[in-house]
Structures are given as C-alpha cells and as structure tokens.
C-alpha cells in the first residue's frame, strides 16, 4: 500500500552536488563495514531521484483526506511564499548518523523560521484530518544513505565546504515499495516563488 509524505523539493542541481557527496563517503563507509564485525550491512546509497528534505511523514491516508490537506496546502504555500524573503535558501552544512534507524544524512546549519513554519502547518493540516502522525521532532535532514549505524571517523563531522540549496516548491510524494527498492513520485507541487 502506498505511503505519502510532503518534502521540499530539490533542484537537478543541488541533486548532482549530494551525489557528489555521497560517491565521496561511500569508499570510508564500505571499508568501515567490512573493518566491523559482519552484522553491519553495506551501506545503500540513496538514488538521487529520491533525495528530498522530508517536511511531514503522512502514511497511509484516504483520497478525501489528501484532497482536504492539499488544499490547504496550497494556502500554506502562498502565506510562505508571500510573507517570507523572496529566496529560500537553506544551508546544508553537516554530516550525521539517526542510528536507530541507521541513516546517514547531511543536516543543516540552522532551521529557518520558514521551514519550521510550512513543516508545523502542514503537520497541523494532517492531524486535523484524522491523518495518525507518528510523533518525532523535526530534525530537516537529507538522507544520503541508510544502513549506516556509525559515522567512521576518518569522515568530518562537517562538511568541507557548505552546501547552499535554492528550495522553490515542495509536493505531496506517494513512497511505493519496488523490487528495486523504494520509488518516490511527486504527485502534486506547491510553489514557494
């Protein structure tokens, strides 16, 4: 069954220079796993057309509750749009593990009053229509890779030179599981500009 999920969206880009981030950490990450004990699996690479910044996990929701938050989707669009700095710029800066659930991701410098904002109200929008949120702070990140328990040592905490992302949309993503893992499909698109 599908899941859906709204995410700012990231230009071809910002995608490029990730991979180029990825491709970087993947020889430290695959030698740290076979340097380990064998439990640790190999580390999966993110594809770059799933790369996203993840602002509200929705699940499973009927067809009348993604209608009724895509509405207001739209609105919380436009308030952001017309009340924030015509550039939504966002600072990716730093590299971090979730080890729970075994996610190396690079996070950002700061969370911008914007970002906190569209995340909360759309959050808000969903469990105001009955949509069963799982509970977790926001922590903006982009999932470089999963499988990673550790960040090995020999790779910075930073990065070495800061990536600036230019964000003008986010969308509504429907998350199907494929034989060839997991495929993210933009399904509607908010503009921020």
């Not at 180029?20 to 190999?42: D, E, G, R, W």
């Not at 770059?48 to 669009?77: C, V």
């Not at 190396?104 to 808000?124: C, I, N, S």
Request: charged share 15%; glycine share 2%; hydrophobic share 40%.
């Amino acid at each position: 069954m599908a899941r859906y999920f709204y995410a700012l969206d990231l230009c071809s880009a910002d995608r490029q220079a990730l991979v180029a981030i990825q491709h970087s950490l993947m020889p430290t990450l695959a030698k740290s796993v076979t340097a380990s004990a064998k439990q640790y699996k190999v580390p999966r690479l993110t594809k770059p057309e799933n790369l996203h910044l993840t602002l509200t996990f929705i699940g499973q929701a009927s067809q009348a509750q993604l209608s009724a938050i895509n509405k207001a989707a739209r609105h919380i669009a436009n308030i952001v749009a017309n009340e924030t700095q015509p550039s939504f710029q966002l600072i990716a800066d730093h590299l971090a593990v979730f080890p729970n659930a075994k996610v190396l991701y690079v996070g950002l410098a700061h969370t911008p009053q914007w970002l906190q904002y569209l995340e909360q109200a759309l959050t808000k929008t969903a469990e105001n229509n009955d949509v069963k949120l799982v509970e977790r702070a926001f922590t903006p990140h982009i999932t470089l890779s999963r499988k990673v328990s550790f960040l090995p040592c020999e790779i910075g905490l930073t990065l070495s030179s800061p990536l600036t992302l230019n964000i003008t949309s986010f969308s509504l993503y429907r998350s199907d599981s494929t034989p060839n893992g997991v495929c993210y499909q933009a399904i509607e698109r908010f503009s921020l500009t």
